[in-house]
């Protein structure tokens, strides 16, 4: 691209991309026409003033050879306007340009150099008053070429001079200077009118390839997002069509496992068939984990992931997995601690991704904590209103630059590899979409060689307050009639419905 500019720009004769030039030309071509009345109407106005002391013949011929030198102009912008120009004659244009403007300053010019008959102030004061207004009119008409503003009012300020070189005196050298000077302000004016000129065009076309870079790179985007939709529909019945197809052999493997592990038809007379049948199960299962696992954070990261919401007890749930999980803590000789904050109220979530979300990380825990280490759980109430859960242990941890890669699908940090524990890596961020999908948050805490922290954290917006008691006398009134009950119902639907559980409180 830029070696392309470069190119365009040494093929000019102004030194300027071919388009800046085109710009020039057509801006001029628009300033001539938009002037034409008012350059008629001055024509006529100057032919009055100078009937007053020129006679009326070189008046006349003046004022008919301006207006056919105006309609010269016009034709030739004209035709630039409507015709298709290439870029290699905009050159020839802009010179023609510039010798039409010399030829219609030449025109104004005969009339300050006019022949005087009767000598009185407006015929003294008149050449220099013309000169100056035809001066700034060719100066803005023109100010986007130079070469133009010079060629047509050169002649201007050198009939000016030569009209007041005729009247002499003292006064000749005054107004001489006055129109000299003139002619150095506008000449100068013209030039940063055409810088000016430049700079905006070359800001405009630098916006223009922003934007036309920003349009490109939007195509880009909407193609690569809908690539990736294409990818993620064919992923997900690529895991549809797989899991179905390896779970049923599974069952079969793990049925037939379990019969000769068990040794369900006899024992075994090689005791080593005992454990190839043991190993085999063992394999199944942990396949049988690992399409599952792929399978939900598949639908995690699609969104369709559906949340049975319901009230439940946070406190309940996590007590429930640690006991679970309490025996195979023992077996490695670990302890337990947990700690509850006292009367929490249910939260409004999906019970089963809560049970995962907690077996998963005490799990985790227990995985990477080494033999007689201490494992501390937690559910509180956090500064927003909200509630957590943390599990905290004093293992190995994790280096701070492996954080991001342990939330990854499949990613593993070194502590996994040294310790060599079987895991798919899809834990944490089966975890992390869990949370999020109930509006939480996940963060780890981790030092090496102090342990690690995880905590879920969930939004106040679903933690449910507790309705005051119903009184003695509440209690004994007369049931409402049938109909109430039914929006009862209905309210109670729609808030099932919501999933925010707003209207949902529990009672007391």
């Avoid at 030569?162 to 006064?171: E, H, K, P, R, T």
Wanted: hydrophobic share 45%.
């Amino acid at each position: 691209m830029r070696l392309r500019e470069i190119r365009a720009k040494l093929s000019s004769n102004t030194g300027f991309l071919p388009a800046f030039d085109r710009e020039l030309l057509a801006t001029y071509v628009k300033n001539q026409l938009s002037i034409a009345p008012l350059t008629m109407a001055l024509t006529i106005v100057l032919a009055v003033g100078a009937s007053t002391f020129s006679s009326l013949p070189h008046v006349a011929y003046w004022t008919v050879g301006m207006l056919l030198a105006s309609a010269i102009s016009l034709v030739i912008c004209r035709r630039f306007e409507r015709a298709t120009i290439p870029d290699k004659q905009l050159n020839m244009w802009r010179q023609r340009f510039v010798a039409l403007e010399f030829f219609v300053g030449a025109f104004w010019s005969t009339l300050i150099f006019t022949p005087v008959t009767d000598v009185n102030a407006l015929a003294t004061v008149f050449p220099l008053a013309v000169g100056l207004i035809l001066l700034a009119m060719r100066t803005v008409a023109a100010s986007n070429m130079p070469a133009a503003v010079l060629a047509g009012t050169l002649p201007i300020t050198a009939a000016v001079l030569a009209s007041y070189a005729q009247f002499g005196g003292s006064m000749a050298p005054v107004m001489g200077g006055i129109a000299i000077g003139a002619q150095a302000l506008f000449s100068m004016m013209a030039f940063q009118l055409y810088r000016a000129e430049i700079a905006k065009l070359a800001f405009r076309a630098e916006k223009d390839a922003i934007f036309g870079e920003l349009e490109q790179a939007k195509a880009i985007s909407d193609e690569a997002r809908r690539r990736a939709e294409q990818n993620n529909l064919a992923k997900s019945r690529f895991l549809a069509t797989m899991s179905h197809e390896l779970r049923t052999p599974l069952n079969a493997i793990l049925g037939f496992s379990e019969v000769l592990k068990d040794e369900i038809m006899g024992p075994h007379q090689v005791d080593a068939y005992k454990e190839y049948a043991t190993d085999i199960h063992k394999s199944g299962q942990h396949l049988l984990n690992l399409i599952n696992e792929i399978l939900d954070l598949s639908r995690i990261e699609a969104g369709r992931h559906e949340l049975q919401e319901e009230a439940v007890l946070a406190v309940g749930i996590v007590q429930d997995c640690a006991r679970l999980l309490a025996h195979r803590a023992k077996e490695k000789g670990m302890t337990l601690n947990e700690h509850y904050a006292p009367d929490l109220p249910r939260l409004w979530a999906d019970e089963r991704s809560l049970r995962q979300v907690t077996l998963n990380l005490i799990n985790n825990a227990i995985k990477f904590t080494p033999a007689g280490g201490t494992i501390d759980i937690t559910v509180g109430w956090t500064s927003g209103g909200g509630q957590y859960i943390s599990v905290r242990d004093n293992g190995p941890g994790i280096p701070e630059q492996e954080i991001p890669t342990v939330l990854q699908a499949f990613g593993r940090g070194s502590a996994a590899h040294k310790a060599a524990e079987e895991g798919s890596g899809l834990g944490l961020p089966i975890v992390v979409g869990l949370v999020e999908r109930h509006g939480g948050r996940f963060s780890i805490k981790s030092k090496l060689r102090e342990g690690t922290e995880v905590i879920a954290t969930f939004p106040k917006e679903r933690v449910m307050t507790a309705m005051p008691a119903v009184s003695k006398r509440q209690a004994e009134q007369p049931p409402m009639p049938s109909a109430q009950p039914k929006e009862k119902i209905s309210l109670r639907k729609k808030s099932t419905e919501d999933g925010h559980g707003g209207g949902m409180r529990e009672a007391g």
